[in-house]
């Protein structure tokens, strides 16, 4: 249960080795008796997030132990695996970040509004302003998954479930080494502290940076010339 | 977020009991005022008792037989017509019989006549297979019923006993004292020739612990009192903004600290329950909110007081309503909260910057001085303190074991705090 604080208890981060997973439980104020599960390859919640049968069992035990106060779905992959043909590489992304994250989206929100209260933070990205012809393979994955996000948060409205949006920009991870920064990069930790953030605020979408949200809506007002000069860094 | 269901009977309650498979459980409350989290229940079943709300006095034994949903300030109006008086009644009347079992509330004469549950005779309780049982002091499900947090069952009316009084009013004596040690000397030399002992701390500014200790006897001439039902001004809506900083509190202690001195007859009710006067009076915290932190802590161990002033000083937390009473014998209930000792109330805004991790550390130092906090006003005390600050926990979890096999009653504290 959140506490008086409006603290979590019970925090499953999914996605166990995610940096910036990491790095908002660790921007969450310390509790002795908190329960952090961490869902990944192994452990006592071993996953493979692509298993379906997996995911139902997974999720299931986590309910079944108590209530569940957050869930931070951090499993996302690039799709830049060089040892994977282009086509392979979109299929892999595809399946984690919309397929998958999607899937544990419904079954976790499921249990949570059973119990009538808990917090669920998605990790979007600011890939899903616009398309941009590196990476709108990947972008595509998360504007599915960010759309999703939302049609499910409005429904939640009233049941005490909550569902938060957390999109960042470029954020220096392992997931992103040997990558050339963009602009308004950031560090796991840094993205972290917004994550922590999100849960918290009142509105659905945190971006991270927060100006982020800006660059986006130029991003998207842009005239398609343009937009394609200056994505063509 | 939660259902409500209305019950009039015991039939209507059993026919919940029957029916819900929700498996978020039932749970009873009274006027869901609760500080903490202790009337909540999650995606479960609240069962609304408000209709029990009778109240049948008898003079000659000098007992009510009251209905689960009648409140204290209810009970206080029927039984003063009759110039009787429940003997323990605590600081507010918007208190149900129910909740006066489930938390085994206290008043300012704690030292002299215990818990309520001391003049409690008997508990009619209905578990959770739907049987209707009475329980007496003998048995072991009273005592687990009383302080028990409704997780043993639904207080359909209970049996209590009523002081007869000879007046309306209570002589009250006030003091103005300067410090902490000052206070703590007054009241301990006051218990033996007072009924009500308790004193206002001002813990903002230098929090040396100044205050008002107020002390009263049962009074034997009568006052007039203005219509007692009336509720008196209500604070409007305040935009949920929080006005409790530490400028405002200090401002209003200063007041409070400086107001003339009551020395004679106050009305009962009045004397009772002072913040009744003003309604919603919580809005002045805003949407943030505020938690309650009530502790004891045994004689000799007043030390622990200088630490707690010194941290809540560096944290800038001023509290509005600092309480200090000194209580006397326990009751044998394993969860209930008074015992020898003294205990501390404070009301502090959610919005102090620190204050859960100060409280936190706090939490430690008081169980290492073998203290312990009020469960019914908690909302944030770690879980795996509450076998150290109730050490008979699991005398009790036995007992509610034999009561509830099936786990029918929970609440988001007992959730929280791993109770059951």
Redesign the interface.
């Known amino acids: 249960?959140?506490?008086?604080?409006k603290?979590p208890?019970r925090i499953a981060l999914i996605g166990a080795k995610s940096e910036i997973g990491l790095a908002i439980v660790s921007q969450l104020?310390?509790?002795?008796?908190r329960e952090v599960i961490l869902v990944g390859r192994n452990g006592e919640y071993a996953l493979d997030v692509t298993d379906r049968a997996a995911r139902e069992r997974v999720v299931e035990a986590i309910f079944d132990k108590?209530?569940l106060d957050l869930a931070i779905i951090a499993v996302g992959l690039l799709g830049n695996d060089p040892t994977k043909s282009p086509a392979d590489n979109l299929l892999a992304a595809m399946d984690v970040n919309y397929l998958s994250t999607v899937h544990l989206l419904e079954l976790i929100s499921d249990r949570m509004k059973?119990?009538?209260?808990g917090t669920i933070l998605v990790i979007s990205s600011f890939a899903q302003a616009r398309p941009r012809d590196d990476n709108f393979g990947y972008g595509s994955t998360k504007a599915g998954l960010d759309f999703y996000a939302r049609g499910l948060a409005s429904t939640l409205n009233?049941?005490?479930v909550t569902l938060k949006i957390l999109r960042p920009g470029f954020v220096k991870s392992k997931m992103t080494e040997g990558m050339k920064a963009a602009p308004f990069s950031i560090t796991s930790q840094e993205c972290g502290k917004y994550g922590a953030r999100a849960i918290r605020s009142r509105g659905l979408v945190m971006w991270a940076p927060s100006i982020l949200k800006y660059i986006a809506f130029i991003f998207k007002s842009l005239p398609p010339s343009v937009f394609r000069k200056i994505s063509h860094r | 977020?939660?259902s409500r269901a209305k019950v009039a009977t015991v039939e209507q309650i059993q026919d919940l009991l029957s029916t819900s498979k929700?498996?978020?459980g039932l749970l009873p409350i009274g006027l869901h005022r609760s500080y903490?989290?202790s009337a909540l229940n999650?995606?479960?079943i609240l069962v609304d008792l408000a209709a029990f709300h009778g109240i049948n006095i008898d003079m000659q034994s000098r007992t009510a037989i009251v209905g689960a949903g009648v409140t204290i300030a209810a009970l206080e109006r029927a039984a003063l017509v009759k110039s009787l008086f429940p003997p323990v009644v605590p600081g507010t009347g918007f208190v149900t019989m129910g909740g006066a079992i489930a938390a085994d509330i206290h008043g300012k004469s704690h030292h002299r006549t215990g818990s309520f549950s001391q003049c409690v005779r008997v508990i009619t309780l209905m578990l959770a297979s739907g049987e209707v049982v009475k329980l007496t002091p003998k048995d072991p499900e009273f005592w687990a019923t009383v302080g028990g947090l409704g997780l043993t069952g639904i207080v359909l009316e209970i049996e209590v006993e009523l002081h007869a009084l000879q007046s309306n009013s209570v002589d009250v004596v006030e003091h103005r004292v300067k410090n902490l040690s000052e206070m703590i000397e007054l009241l301990s030399r006051s218990d033996n020739d007072y009924e009500h002992t308790v004193a206002w701390i001002d813990l903002s500014g230098d929090y040396r612990g100044r205050g008002v200790v107020s002390l009263g006897n049962y009074g034997t001439a009568p006052v007039k009192v203005k219509e007692s039902e009336s509720v008196g001004p209500s604070l409007p809506s305040l935009a949920g903004k929080n006005f409790i900083n530490p400028l405002s509190v200090k401002a209003f202690n200063e007041i409070w600290y400086r107001k003339p001195l009551k020395n004679g007859a106050v009305a009962l009710t009045k004397y009772m329950h002072p913040l009744d006067g003003i309604s919603n009076w919580n809005r002045i915290y805003g949407d943030t909110?505020f938690?309650q932190y009530q502790f004891v802590i045994d004689i000799g161990r007043e030390e622990i007081f200088d630490r707690l002033f010194r941290g809540l000083r560096d944290l800038r937390a001023a509290s509005f309503l600092g309480v200090l009473k000194k209580f006397g014998n326990a009751s044998q209930a394993p969860l209930s909260f008074p015992r020898s000792g003294w205990t501390l109330t404070l009301d502090y805004s959610?919005a102090v910057p620190g204050?859960?991790?100060f409280l936190?550390g706090f939490d430690e130092e008081l169980v290492a001085a073998g203290g312990r906090v009020y469960l019914i006003k908690?909302?944030?005390v770690?879980?795996?303190l509450i076998p150290l600050m109730y050490p008979q926990i699991n005398q009790w979890r036995d007992i509610r074991r034999t009561m509830d096999p099936t786990g029918l009653w929970q609440s988001?504290?007992a959730?929280?705090l791993h109770l059951c």
């Not at chain 1, 104020?29 to 008796?33: L, N, V």
Request: proline share 4%.
């Open positions: 249960m959140l506490n008086g604080f603290n208890g104020p310390e509790d002795k008796s108590g209530d059973k119990q009538a209260h009233g049941t005490g | 977020m939660s929700s498996g978020r903490g989290d999650s995606g479960g909110g938690l959610m204050l859960e991790k936190r908690d909302s944030r770690s879980p795996e988001d504290q959730r929280r």
